[in-house]
């Protein structure tokens, strides 16, 4: 088989592999087709907000007023390409996350076995799978272990299908060829390797069907909330623009042309035409945002849900751990070492109390270190600036320490090279290892659990010989050593005659003699500590899901400062619980230790059956129904598999807890921006509108003509409302309980900002207006200084605007404040060329203004930074003493 696709069991060599690479082309299907840049294009305009401003330039075209029409067309024109920009940076944006989630192979390459992108592999590449992956490519099973496959996505057998490499006929269906493994299918159980013998569009999958883009598309509940929105803002215009109408024509006798024309700047000024952009912008921004803190968010509902999160369930191995075990204490004769250092970095000390020690000095040290290095089959190796091990984590903490004692695993091995060995099996829990030196001796290391290892001993090793073995001694420290949350394995050795070449079970069963005891942990992130008390802080309950025994959890629990970290519920216990019962109980119990992925559906049921939002992390394939059914299922990038994956909303790329928090803490912060661009856009929209209406209302000509409306919302909408989308976290954004998910878009606050901000600049806008036409100025100049009063307030206002209520120059408001200035120095440059510049004054009939009519405009824009500034603080001393009485309540 390995002959007729020209390679071997050593895999392809990385040149020959490069070469099929190119032949064959990269292992993936073709890109879901999508829409062309025109379809794009013209789906800007599917908006009911710009079909009213299509509307209106329809209006202004019929009555021939061509600049004004120009204008309207203009704008809209200039805000699809804005959208149409937008949206292509927003695929690309997923696109670039799809990379990240590309998934991961085990291939053998040169003779070594490594992990490669999905992409890269080839016709000829030896695959490695176990349960839980997904297969990367077609593959001619080689050899299996118990290896059952879901095939469901190709054949429609719900059960798994059990494989094997023993060939079948030719013609057999798609279903019946068990030696085969398909891309996309999921391996249920077991293990198995195989060749590849068809990527991308040619593996069978590619033949008959397309790949579902895995990414949600760029639709959310708010943006639905913002289209529901959108239609009673447009009634609500619409009503008002014929009601002024009348008004002018009946009431004021005004023409119907120029009521025309002011009921279309109405609509002009109170339709918020840049909104989606600025929404879209938001979340993309957002989305970036978390990537860049290993937060991948693939489906960007999620985004607004990490805002009201309540509940963080997570799994403690990797996630709120290192997963990088490390040796803490060894036990030998009756010394009881402490080892320092971290991770699987060779760099540490030996304590004996408070007395460093060389290994090297003590003979029984150095040969329990010496055994547990050659009893295991890890290896260490530099990857940067960071150690990784290749192989099991458990044995890599053991050929740490020995590396730690100065021991050279190639020295080691080379010195005494293993003639036999029995792997360890959880049915017998231990390994054995049969070793033969340069001098003619022979010795049998086994290592294991320390209950199992202590039976099969007769004698113990101390510093002055062989001793009988204390067996209530070792039993205590086993106890003494797990109690600091640690996992033990022994370690005992037997010599036996130079002759003995091969190992037995019978060999090791009796008359071993006891090294000593190692004593593990994974180690807490440092980050994910202090992530956690974030957490906490924000108002979630973050609780710890393991498989571990109640012992190692409670002592991770302690370390997080987990509430009620003795009160455990146990696998065992959520199975005894009916589920009224575990609703009852899961609020108040924070650590789940030997729980199965079984288990945490059911907490997540009863969490949310309390109506909490819940976040859940997970790794395995059987995690998957859990991370579904949370509100925000969280997948480990690393070692989590690719069904997780597909079921999660987020993907962590460091599986670090601390990254969930970031999450968090950028989903409350897109929100936020979110509410302050709403904020923005409606009050100085709100202005605009009020504008046009009372005018109508007093009889008075407009201060502001439908153009000028259209001009100040074209330079707002790319200037001053995006910088908002740039704003860093409030200080308090993990400082709130969680928003709730039913939490209205504009809230009392907002309403009242909104309507009081509007007052304000309708004042402005009006006094200068008025003052300037009892100085004597014509209409035009009147009007051009309406406008720039207008800007000069929005400019002002932005700076309040960036912060609900905290004060826009205090302390900690200042940093991030660039992207406003940069909007302001844009905004006032286009102002300069809207009033100064002939082309533009004969476009939008604007005029020169003099100095002193600038610096009122500035002053008289500086009241809406104050004034806000004033009910800000008002608002808070409002808000503060309220707390105050409710604290003595």
């Known amino acids: 088989m390995l002959a007729r696709i020209d390679t071997g069991d050593g895999g392809l060599g990385a040149d020959e592999a490069a070469r099929r690479l190119e032949r064959a082309g990269p292992n993936r299907l073709p890109a879901p087709r999508r829409r062309g840049p025109l379809v794009r294009f013209l789906l800007q305009f599917h ?81 490695f799978v176990e349960s839980g992956d997904k297969v990367p490519a077609d593959l001619r099973l080689l050899d299996t272990k118990s290896l059952h496959m879901q095939e469901a996505m190709l054949t429609g057998e719900s059960l798994a299908v059990a494989k094997d490499p023993s060939p079948v006929a030719v013609d057999a269906a798609l279903g019946d060829r068990g030696c085969m493994a398909y891309a996309g299918t999921l391996v249920t159980s077991g293990r198995g390797r195989g060749v590849v013998v068809a990527t991308g569009s040619r593996s069978e999958i590619g033949r008959i069907s397309s790949l579902l883009s895995t990414i949600g598309s760029l639709t959310t509940p708010l943006l639905e909330q913002l289209g529901r929105f959108s239609r009673m803002l447009t009634i609500l215009i619409l009503a008002l623009a ?164 100065g021991l050279d695993p190639a020295f080691e091995s080379k010195a005494m090279p293993r003639a036999d060995v029995i792997p360890f099996e959880s049915e017998h829990r231990f390994m054995a290892t049969l070793h033969h030196d340069q001098q003619g001796g022979s010795v049998i290391y086994v290592k294991g659990a320390p209950e199992r290892i202590l039976e099969m001993c007769r004698r113990q090793r101390g510093d002055d010989g062989d001793q009988p073995l204390d067996l209530n001694f070792w039993h205590r420290r086993v106890d003494e050593i ?83 970290a003795d009160t455990v519920l146990t696998g065992a216990d959520i199975e005894a619980l009916d589920d009224a019962e575990l609703a009852r109980r899961v609020t108040d119990v924070d650590v789940f230790p030997r729980t199965s ?138 400082a709130r309980p969680p928003r709730s998910r039913e939490a209205p878009l504009l809230s009392p606050l907002m309403l009242w900002r909104i309507g009081f901000v509007s007052v304000i600049i309708l004042a402005g806008v009006f006094g200068t207006f008025e003052w300037q036409i009892r100085r004597g100025s014509d209409i035009e100049t009147a009007r051009t200084t309406a406008v720039n009063t207008l800007v000069a307030f929005e400019m002002a206002y932005l700076f309040a605007a960036r912060h609900r209520l905290q004060a826009a120059f205090g302390r900690d408001s200042m940093g991030g404040i660039r992207p406003a200035l940069i909007a302001v120095g844009l905004t006032i440059v286009l102002q300069v060329v809207f009033t100064w510049w002939g082309p533009m004054q004969r476009l939008f009939h604007t005029r020169d203004l003099d100095l002193f009519t600038c610096a009122v405009i500035a002053v008289a824009a500086a009241s809406v930074l104050l004034l806000v500034e004033i009910e800000k603080l008002l608002l808070r001393r409002l808000l503060k003493s309220s707390e105050v009485v409710h604290e003595h309540n």
């Open 242 to 405: 014929a009601t002024v109408f009348a008004i002018g024509v009946v009431g004021w006798g005004f023409t119907t042309e120029d009521m025309f024309l002011a009921a279309v700047g109405l609509a002009v000024a109170a339709i918020p035409e840049g909104l989606p952009a600025i929404m879209t912008i938001t979340l993309a921004i957002g989305v970036q945002r978390m990537a860049g803190r290993n937060a991948i968010v693939r489906r960007l509902p999620a985004v607004e849900t990490l805002g009201s999160v309540s509940v963080i369930c997570s799994d403690k191995t990797g996630t709120l751990t290192r997963n990088e075990m490390m040796v803490e204490s060894i036990a030998c004769s009756r010394r009881l070492i402490e080892v320092t250092g971290e991770g699987y970095a060779p760099h540490g000390l030996f304590l004996d109390g408070d007395a460093e020690i060389d290994p090297e000095s003590s003979a029984l040290l150095h040969e329990t270190l010496r055994g547990v290095l050659l009893c295991s089959d890890a290896s260490l190796r530099r990857a940067d600036a960071d150690w990784l091990v290749d192989g099991d984590p458990t044995e890599g903490a053991l050929v740490c320490v020995a590396v730690k004692a």
């Open 47 to 127: 908006n009911i907000l710009i079909y009213v401003l299509l509307g209106s330039a329809a209006i202004t075209a019929a009555m021939a007023h061509w600049v004004d029409t120009a204008v309207i067309v203009g704008v809209v024109v200039v805000n699809a390409i804005i959208g149409f920009l937008q949206e292509g940076r927003a695929e690309r944006a997923l696109d670039a996350i799809r990379d990240m989630l590309s998934p991961q192979a085990t291939v053998m390459r040169d003779g070594r076995r490594v992990a490669i992108d999905a992409e890269a592999l080839v016709p000829g590449d030896i695959v």
């Open 482 to 564: 797990g109690a600091r949350g640690q996992r033990v394995l022994a370690l005992a050795v037997r010599p036996v005659p130079v002759s003995h070449r091969e190992l037995r079970f019978a060999d090791v069963e009796r008359g071993l003699i006891l090294l000593g005891l190692f004593g593990l942990a994974d180690p807490p992130r440092g980050d994910a500590v202090g992530a956690v008390q974030r957490c906490r802080d924000a108002g979630i309950r973050v609780k710890m899901i393991t498989g571990d025994h109640a012992g190692t959890a409670t002592a991770i629990a302690r370390a997080f400062h987990l509430r009620g």
């Open 597 to 734: 992925p079984q288990h945490k559906l059911r907490l997540v049921e009863a969490l949310q059956s309390r109506g909490l939002i819940v976040a859940m992390t997970g790794d395995g394939v059987n995690d998957a129904p859990a991370l579904k059914r949370a509100d925000i299922g969280v997948a480990m990038g690393r070692r989590g598999t690719e069904a997780a994956k597909e079921a999660a909303q987020m993907v962590l790329a460091d599986d670090n807890f601390a990254s969930i928090a970031h999450a968090v803490e950028e989903g409350r912060t897109v929100y936020d921006n979110l509410q302050k661009a709403i904020l923005f856009i409606l009050a100085t929209n709100g202005a605009q509108a009020l504008t046009i209406t009372v005018a109508v209302l007093l009889g008075e000509a407009l201060p502001i003509t439908a153009v000028q409306i259209l001009w100040v919302n074209m330079v707002t909408a790319v200037t001053l409302s995006m910088a908002l989308a740039f704003e860093r976290a409030e200080a308090d954004v993990m």
